[in-house]
């Protein structure tokens, strides 16, 4: 089977005041239809420039280097025209962003922003049957009395509410890939639930893949078939999601699960934060991105960045300590999986 | 409604004490309406008192003013025997209004594109060119600005008159001289507030759902961006409309400005008074106006 998208060798740097900020550097990764790929990572990370570059909808500031593949339908979306992206954009790839408060314009009402989706891509359609959409989407996304609220103003909605409108709105189209980048992380914990089960059924309704980008594990559990764990611009772990969780096989994700709260958790368990603080793009690291912070980094950690090694099928992870030749001692943590 | 209902009520009270403020310090500060380097008899004094009902008790004279007021009468000029202030109001305002009228229209018609073509191409040449231009027009002051293009385009071209309004040609130096300040001041709002709505949130979802960077531009950004300027649009009407004392003056234009500054070199205190008024509630209305029209413009706001 094709991937619906995928994305070879991105990278992405910056011009700032204070240097070349190389936000992404190298990623590849594929995704199958009607899968959702969690793509997980802190704040600086590059999760979220990565997901922008899909629609190229970055900053100015922002340059892809050449060697960049995005493979969508057949094409380079890196290289394709202005004209051609823009039917893509929202036709194809729609996208839900992180704050639904601020993404959705405040002097629109908000029926008519989502028909506006319909009619840019749709240019047959009557103002009647475009409206009519609109209604059965908002039905969709389980908006009450869609009648009354379609004629509302973004400041009369909530934040689950505008959210909604959001995925309504992305859905529109029927697009063959979704991208939602940490679209629950601005709302509290019941409306986030809600919101992630709509995902998953409109996900199965619809056929549509998702990439959904988040700094939430716990999110990515709930969510997720499989999992890209990002860091200091780099992919360093991809594994399904239930090997991700059965054997973490980097450090990185180790210390992201011991971060993550429990209520069974025995209180007089601490939790446990990784130490340090992310690593400064304009000057990343020359080895491994995450070994300053790494309990177990080894002298080989800071000498260059490691190449993937295959855990199981589809598992690989960036860590010198799984290749079989490591020493299997005290501080190699993945020394009982050996056979 | 009882929004409209009760911002009336409190543009009558503003303008009630601006009245009332302007009629304490005209009776306050020292010399009258007739004093004068020649002396004059205590009897024509008196007279003169008298016919103008000085001695009457300032509460009174004042509610003889607020009435007078009420009918559209600001009473008689002090200077002028057997002219009435609304007289100079009625002579002055209509051309003062028509300039300014010309003017504002000339200032939005040009300040909003201009501002919009500088955010759009942000750090370009014509970027370089409005920005340039608009801090000339904010800097320079209109005496200088006027003198200039008089020097240049009456004197030097010859083709524009430098004084009065006899044809059309007569408006386009007043009306840039007039218009220079808010032109500029506008322009540089626009720029900055376009630009600050095109990094909004709002404006990547626009451009998410495909839109051409023109549609983002005039269906998402520009009336967001116009928020900002409507503020600003009350006080800068009111201001071009009531007229220019140094455009009026230059170009020899018999405008309310030109009776207002005479008439207070000359000490008409009626005048003063009356203008003063005029200018006051003609600044509230527009200000009022602009209120109601945020309403219309932005949703979130309410009459409440």
Known sequence: MDPVISIENLSVSFQTGSGLVQAVRGISYKLNPGEILGIVGESGSGKSVSSMSILRLLPDTARISDESKIIFGGRNLVSISRKEMREIRGGQIAMIFQDPMSSINPLIPVGKQVGEMISQHQHEKSRGEIQKEVLELFRKVRIPEPEKRIKCYPHEFSGGMRQRVMIAMALANHPKLLIADEPTTALDVTIQDQILKQLRELRREYGTSVIFITHDLAVVAELCDRVEVMYGGLILEEAPIDELFEHPSHPYTMGLMAAIPDLERPRSLPLYPIPGSPPDMTNPPKGCPFQPRCPYARRICASRVPDFISVSEQHASRCFLLDPDAPQDEKNPFKYRKS | ?304
Do not use: C
Request: a neutral charge; zero cysteines; charged letters at 15%.
């Open chain 2, 1 to 304: 409604m009882a929004y409209i209902a009760k911002r009336i009520g409190m543009m009558l009270l503003a303008l009630f004490i601006i009245i009332l403020l302007t009629f304490v310090i005209e009776h306050s500060i020292p010399g009258g309406p007739f004093t004068s380097d020649r002396k004059v008899s205590k009897e024509v004094e008196e007279a003169l008192e008298e016919k103008y009902h000085l001695n009457d008790p300032l509460p009174k004279q004042f509610l003889d003013y607020l009435t007078g007021i009420l009918h559209g009468d600001f009473g008689p000029s002090y200077k002028y025997t057997g002219r009435e202030v609304s007289e100079f109001i009625g002579e002055g305002f209509p051309l003062s209004a028509k300039l300014g009228g010309i003017t504002v229209l000339f200032v939005l018609l040009a300040s909003i594109p201009m501002g919009i073509l500088a955010a759009v191409k942000n750090g370009k040449w014509q970027d370089m060119l409005v920005m340039t231009l608009a801090t000339f027009g904010v800097t320079i002051p209109s005496f200088v600005i006027a003198s200039i293009l008089i020097y240049v385009f009456s004197f030097r071209l010859g083709v524009f008159p430098s004084f009065g309004l006899d044809s059309w040609k007569g408006y386009i130096l007043p009306v840039i001289t007039l218009g220079g300040y808010s032109l500029s001041y506008l322009a540089r709002q626009m720029r900055s507030s376009l630009l600050e709505v095109m990094g909004m949130d709002y404006i990547r979802t626009a451009r998410a759902k495909g839109l051409t960077e023109v549609q983002v531009i005039f269906r998402h950004a520009l009336r967001n961006a116009l928020i900002p300027l409507v503020t600003v649009l009350g006080p800068t009407i009111a201001n071009l409309l009531t007229g220019s004392f140094v455009v009026e003056q230059i170009f020899a234009l018999p405008g309310l400005g030109v009776y207002f500054v005479n008439s207070v070199s000359q000490r008409d205190y009626t005048t003063i008074m009356g203008v003063t008024i005029f200018y006051a509630a003609f600044l509230l209305a527009m200000v009022f106006l602009v209120d109601v029209f945020y309403v219309l413009i932005d949703p979130r706001i309410k009459f409440d």
